[in-house]
Structure formats: C-alpha cells, structure tokens
C-alpha cells in the first residue's frame, strides 16, 4: 500500500461526482500527494507515538516553576506541519491560492478520510480545530475573528493555534447542564475559574473553546455561554493548569487532560448564554468527523485484510482461495463503500447546512435531515470501525493480535470512536427528540420512498419492496413507541436508529444500483443480500459470484 488514495477508486468517483471540474482537477493532485504522504511518512510516525512517542506533560521547569507544557515528538509535530498545510482546515474558510475561492467540507472531509487510515488518533485535534475555526468564524466578533481566526485557519502563511472545545466536566459528563464552571466580567474580557474533565488536545492548542456560566445566568444548559480563551498567554500566566493527561487505550496521539482555570482570560464568543446551541453546532460537525474517522479505520482494515488474505498461503492455497475468505472481504469492501457514500451525501448536506453563506438558505427540512443522518450515521459507522478492525484480526490469525502489525492499534483506535461526540445511548436520544419535536421520521419516510420511486430498473424492484416494506415497519414501530412514557420509549432509541441507518444505506446502495457501472450493481447487491436476507439460504452465494469484481483477485 503506497497511496491510500489511488487504491480507492470509489473516493475518486465520489470527488468527481460532488466538486466543481476545476476544483476536482485540483483536489486530484493535492490528494494524491497526501494519499502518498498518509500510506507512508504519517504511517510510520503514527507507530511510534503510538508504542513510544505519546504526548508527555511537563509539570514544572527545572527551577521548580509550574509550566503545564506538553511534550509533542517531533514526527508528530511534522505531521502536524503537513497536514495543517494541506488546508485540511483553512479551506473550508478561506480561499485556495490556486483556484480563488474558498474550498469546502467534502473536501476536507476527502483529506481526514486519508488521514485516519493512519492516524485516527491526530485526526481529533484536526476536528476541534475545524470547531473552533467554525465558531469563530460565525459567531465571533470582528475584533476576535481579525485576530485569532487567520492562526486556525493557518496553511504555513502564519503560526499555527490549533483548537480545542472544552465541554465536559466531572460532575456532568454528557449531562452538559450540570456544567459548574464559572465565568466574571473584568473589563472586556471574563476570568473563567474551574475544571473540565476531559480536554483534548489541551497543551497543544493555542485557542480553547469553553463553556462556563456567567454570575446569575440560569441553571442547565440554557444557562451556558462560549468564551475563547487564548491557550498560551494564559498558561504562562499561571491561569490555566493541566493536572494530568490521560492515560487511554487508543488514539494515543492526542494529549487528553484534565484542565484547571484560575482566573484564566476569556473573550465571549456570541450572545450570552446561547452558548450551547453554538455548541451543539460544532458537535454535529465533530460527528461527521468521528463518522469519517471511522470509514477511514474500515477502509483500512480491509485494506490489511485483503493484502494478508491475497500473500498468505495455508494448507496450499492463498487465503482468498477460500469461500469463507471471500465472503468476509466481499462483505467488508461492499459495507465500506454503500457505507462512504451515504456519509459523504451528508457531508455534501452540512456544506448547505454549515456554511456560512449558504445557513440562509437552508430549509428546516434540509436541517432536521441533516442532524439525523449524522446521528444515525455516527452511531453506525463508529460501530462499524471496531466490527472491522475485528475481522482484519481475525483475517491474520494471531499475527492480527501482534503489535508488529497495525490490526490492534486499528482496534483500539476504533474503540473510542463509539464513546467520543456522543454514545450511542446519547445518540438514540438525538433521534428520540427529532423524531418527537420535528417530525423527523415522517419526513425520513417522504425522502426515503421518493428516492425509492425513482429506481426504473425492473430487476431491483424485489429489493425496493424490501426497502418499502422495512420503511412500512419502522413507521409502525415508531408509531407504536410514541404511545409509550417518555422513559420507556428510550429504550428503544437505539433500535429505531440503527433501522434508519439501514433503510437510508439501502436506499443508497440502491441508486448505485441503478447506474450503469457494473461493479456499482455487484456492490449494491452484496450489500443488500448481507443486510436483509444474509441467513437465507443460497445455492450460490453472492459475496461468492461477486468477488472478483468487488475484491479482485
């Protein structure tokens, strides 16, 4: 594996599809050079934070002064160098020299993708930045945006400040509202005073997003302001303390801490106590980005399966040799794909959604839509990336349990994909509240059947009776769940989610169906053969017939 980006023709297909000519044209070359770049230098560095280079806090000077520095090695810090210059974050905001204007999401998106076949672990820092660079840039002001937003947004033309969002707290966890730290007016600026439980990439950062309540505002979340709170001034001040970092069983690239202000200096960021909501936003960006991050730990893991299957030779033939074998991969590369293109149809949503421009014109429809993909989507992938990194080491026998290889740190990295932005517990809940206040599952049922009218193909129409009739069961079943107590219906959040997730992959994979391209029909019939009918019997299976046209040999 030289390039993680020509071995995926179906990113490429993707990119053609969703940027303009000029852009794509563009985006081609840069992407290439960074597929090369992820499959080799970012690679081998991430190896070595992961067994040896991990993020080390200095707590005090050799005089004995507390200094709260964070010790990055120095692959690391070059990696961060290539991958910021790659305008992974600035140019979602600002223009690219080359074309004169600014990118956007889908391509960033492209960009992380790669990168978290390597490096999951340093792609959270690259998602707190793309928050931070959001929050300023539509809810700061044009004093804070002038000074703070051209270092998020750095490509190598100034210092880079990476960000961080500072939500949780120890007492609250995901129960946000139960936040306690404080904010005081001094002047132009506040103090903040207290403690965040889980920071990540504090010491790295040089913005902090962080949430605290000011004197006399409300309890709970409708209670909470932003406030940008510049990292290094005040950690030289003695106002900010990391405690402790971490110690994590995956993703071992990002410094995660624990974080104590006294008295640091913080600017507020928007209105006063509307920080939440702002929050909230950025969340939904983080979810498409922990969605990514895990499309790119399966996309990898089957990369690793399949290059194993195809050199490994027992009992006298190669691995792919057997049905087994071929079912597993057939399977995993079908999942991946439908998987990649649903979520990047939500991405092309957040950039009508999310961007600055265009959030005037989004409808209501377009907003309900996109914050229940990206929790049914979150939820799934998340699960999907520890389910492949399992198979991966399950494909390589015990060498996949041998840290030699990169299957356990895929597994472990995989891992906190399902904790971080939200469990699936708390995602549930998300749909829960979307589809009790904004009807969300009536207007999934509209979008999902009118998509489904438009399949012409005769031989896919058993499968869009499939689809129909699972849309038709969900809708009972919501309906049913409606007319249970609030407490009871929670139970069944998960359930209804990952339905959703299903019928929407479905759909998906349906329309890929739909084109001309034949290996697009082997994949879409795969997956759907594997999702809805995969204990029925067959005499010639069909993760069998479609191997080779989905795997190779």
């Known amino acids: 594996m030289s390039n993680f980006y020509n071995e995926d023709p179906n990113l490429k297909r993707l990119l053609k599809e969703m940027l303009p000519a000029d852009f794509y044209k563009w985006a081609d070359n840069e992407l290439e050079a960074f597929g090369t770049l992820t499959a080799g230098p970012i690679d081998e560095r991430a190896v070595h934070t992961d067994r040896e280079g991990q993020p080390q806090l200095i707590r005090y000077d050799k005089m004995g002064n507390e200094v709260s520095q964070v010790l990055l090695n120095e692959g690391y810090k070059k990696t961060v160098e290539e991958t910021y210059n790659a305008g992974i974050v600035g140019y979602i905001h600002k223009e690219i020299p080359a074309l004169g204007y600014k990118g956007n999401y889908v391509y960033s998106f492209a960009q992380g993708y790669l990168l978290s076949h390597a490096e999951p672990g340093f792609y959270c820092p690259v998602t707190l930045s793309m928050a931070t660079a959001y929050l300023i840039d539509h809810y700061a002001s044009d004093d804070l945006k002038q000074e703070f937003l051209p270092h998020v ?28 730290v404080e904010a005081v007016k001094e002047g132009e600026y506040y103090r903040i005073t207290g403690e965040k439980y889980f920071a990540s990439n504090a010491g790295a950062c040089g913005v902090a997003m962080v949430l605290a309540r000011l004197e006399g505002a409300p309890e709970g979340t409708r209670g909470l302001s932003l406030f940008l709170v510049p990292w290094e001034e005040n950690r030289a001040a003695g106002q900010l303390r990391i405690r402790r970092l971490k110690d994590k069983l995956g993703v071992r690239a990002v410094p995660s801490a624990e974080v104590e202000f006294e008295g640091a200096k913080g ?4 209105e006063a106590n509307n920080g939440f909501s702002y929050m909230i936003e950025a969340l939904n960006l983080s979810r498409v980005s922990n969605a990514v991050a895990s499309l790119g730990i399966m996309r990898r893991a089957y990369l690793e399966a399949k290059s194993y299957a195809t050199d490994r030779v027992t009992f006298g033939n190669k691995l792919t040799m057997y049905p087994m074998v071929q079912a597993t991969l057939s399977e995993m590369a079908a999942k991946q794909e439908v998987e990649m293109n649903a979520m990047f149809e939500v991405i092309g949503l957040m950039d009508l959604v999310m961007g600055l421009k265009t959030k005037v014109e989004r409808s209501e429809k377009d907003q309900i839509l996109f914050r229940l993909y990206v929790a049914i989507m979150k939820k799934e992938t998340a699960e999907q990336a520890i389910h492949f990194s399992h198979e991966a080491i399950e494909m390589h026998g015990g ?35 979307l589809v009790g206040k904004y009807q969300a599952a009536e207007l999934f049922e509209a979008e999902m059947k009118v998509r489904l009218a438009k399949i012409a193909d005769e031989a896919l129409k058993s499968w869009v009776k499939v689809v129909e009739l699972e849309i038709l069961k969900l809708m009972e079943t919501i309906g049913s769940v409606k007319e249970l ?23 998906v994979a349906l329309e890929m169906s739909n084109t001309e391209g034949s290996r697009d029909k082997a994949v879409a019939a795969v997956y759907l053969q594997s999702l809805w009918k995969k204990d029925e019997f067959q005499k010639e299976p069909v993760t069998l017939e479609k191997f080779s046209e989905i795997v190779g040999e």
């Open 485 to 507: 107590s609030r407490n009871l219906q929670t139970y069944y959040s998960k359930e209804i989610a990952k339905r959703m997730a299903d019928i929407f992959e479905s759909v």
């Open 153 to 180: 947004l750095a490509t190598g033309d100034v210092e880079l400040y990476e960000g961080a969002t500072l939500l949780t707290e120890r007492q609250g966890g995901s129960d946000v509202g139960a936040n306690e």
């Open 399 to 433: 060498n996949g349990y041998i840290e030699d290889f990169v299957t356990p740190r895929l597994l472990r990295d995989a891992q906190v994909l399902t904790v971080w932005e939200g469990t699936a517990n708390i995602l549930g809940l998300e749909v829960l509240r």
């Open 267 to 270: 600017y507020l960021v928007g």
